[in-house]
T-cell receptor, first 111, second 117 residues
Framework: RKEVEQDPGPFNVPEGATVAFNCTYS??????FFWYRQDCRKEPKLLMS???SGNEDGRFTAQLNRASQYISLLIRDSKLSDSATYLC????????????FGKGTKLSVKP | EPEVTQTPSHQVTQMGQEVILRCVPI?????FYWYRQILGQKVEFLVS????????KSEIFDDQFSVERPDGSNFTLKIRSTKLEDSAMYFC???????????????FGQGTRLTVV
């Protein structure tokens, strides 16, 4: 069974805070891992891919632990514009595989 | 910047009617997908399409659903006899061919909000 589980939140944080989201996936055959961002009633947009060695893009850091089947996203120095739902996404089945989405974690950054 | 476009943005239909949701993927992409998101729920995979045929479909994608790529640019999702529970946002996505071991990003259209009454 292919499942992606996330804490639904909401996370309510002040501007400038550091916030971390966690995600677990059920199928060890998973190939690729991503964090997507979804604004209210909009389409998902890729935030960043997640690599085994961990990767950073500005204020965002993603980590992958294949042994624990666990993915994380860290946002430093939160901005008001970071308010959105963050979707943990896993690709199964190789290059043609489809994306399986977690339900998302809602983040609200307050002034 | 190239983008996936979907029409219409909002469709209201009566239960039992057929609807066709249209998508124009990014021109050099080879993988195409339909996803749906019921309000307040997660994005769910419906079907993937590659090389002019369905690659994979989910349990949701039953006999009332079909997909077509009629003319090399459009990618359509048809729902033959809509039910109330088909009300959702339907997202089309496309992706280019994976190369050199690197995965490629799936780009999503802005969605069609389907309301079945």
């Amino acid at each position: 069974r292919k499942e992606v589980e996330q804490d639904p939140g909401p996370f309510n944080v002040p501007e400038g805070a550091t916030v971390a989201f966690n995600c677990t996936y059920s199928n060890s055959a998973s190939q690729s891992f991503f964090w997507y961002r979804q604004d209210c009633r909009k389409e998902p947009k890729l935030l960043m891919s997640v690599y085994s060695s961990g990767n950073e893009d500005g204020r965002f850091t993603a980590q992958l632990n294949r042994a624990s089947q666990y993915i994380s996203l860290l946002i430093r120095d939160s901005k008001l514009s970071d308010s959105a739902t963050y979707l943990c996404v896993v690709r199964y089945g190789g290059s043609q595989g489809n994306l399986i989405f977690g339900k998302g974690t809602k983040l609200s950054v307050k002034p | 910047e190239p983008e996936v476009t979907q029409t219409p943005s909002h469709q209201v239909t009566q239960m039992g009617q057929e609807v066709i949701l249209r998508c124009v993927p990014i021109s050099n992409h080879l993988y195409f997908y339909w996803y749906r998101q019921i309000l307040g729920q997660k994005v769910e995979f419906l079907v993937s399409f590659y090389n002019n045929e369905i690659s994979e479909k989910s349990e949701i994608f039953d006999d009332q659903f079909s997909v077509e790529r009629p003319d090399g640019s459009n990618f359509t999702l048809k729902i033959r006899s809509t039910k109330l529970e088909d009300s959702a946002m339907y997202f089309c996505a496309s992706r280019s061919l994976q190369g050199y071991g690197k995965d490629t990003e799936a780009f999503f259209g802005q969605g069609t909000r389907l309301t079945v009454v």
